[in-house]
């Protein structure tokens, strides 16, 4: 499984690499960003390095609107919550085996939720997850909304920073430790998911 993983995540590394170069691409990232936090499995971040690493002029612009799209998906997410719980919300939960869980949350939500949603905005924890949630118990929109900006924010312009200031280098390191990355990206959503049945 390890081995097929890291085939996938090369080849996809190597699409997105290609695809950052063209005059699409941000659409593309948009796309991407918007669904991950409402229901797609794969997060911004495989198109976001390649894309700032192929154009490190654009890095500022490509988080934000990174930023923006994860937001505005994540308030996607929140109305998913609240409008079509048992016909949308209810299945993706199951999907993601977080059903019984989610339960779990409600108790936590009025007083910890702006936390709760912070802490999943900047960590591979499945940011969907929350984001329905905090739809489903009515978090406050505001609050979701600046907690939301603040995670995702911090999260993806560290990364861009981090890519711009140390580009060459960066490149050099993802690629040739591209393996080990893969399989620890694996641990690290697995380890998400996982963390759902203890919260």
């Known amino acids: 499984m390890i081995k ?3 085939h996938i995540v090369q080849r996809t590394y190597d699409v997105m690499l290609d695809l950052s170069a063209k005059p699409n691409a941000m659409l593309f990232l948009f796309i991407v960003a918007f669904a991950e936090s409402s229901f797609f ?8 390095i390649p894309m700032v690493l192929a154009t490190p002029n654009k890095a500022w612009r490509i988080a934000g609107l ?16 609240i409008f079509a719980f048992d016909m949308i919300a209810k299945p993706i939960l199951e999907f993601y085996n977080a059903f019984e869980q989610f339960h779990e949350f409600e108790n936590y939500y009025h007083e910890y ?29 505001v609050v979701f909304t600046i907690a939301s900006v603040l ?19 960066m490149k050099i390191f993802i690629e040739k430790h ?17 963390a759902l049945k203890y919260l």
């Open 4 to 6: 097929y993983f890291r």
């Open 151 to 169: 995670a995702r924010g911090m999260r993806f312009f560290l990364v861009a920073w981090l890519l711009k200031k140390y580009g060459a280098p």
């Open 178 to 194: 591209l393996g080990i990355l893969s399989v620890l990206f694996l641990a690290l959503l697995i380890g998400g998911f996982a």
């Open 66 to 81: 990174a930023t923006f799209a994860s937001v505005f998906g994540g308030c996607f997410g929140y109305g998913i919550g």
């Open 41 to 48: 499995p794969i997060p911004p971040d495989v198109m976001l």
């Open 113 to 141: 939720g702006a936390w709760i949603v912070f802490g999943a905005g900047i960590t591979p924890f499945p940011y969907k997850i929350i984001t329905i949630a905090s739809g489903v118990v009515h978090l406050d929109l």
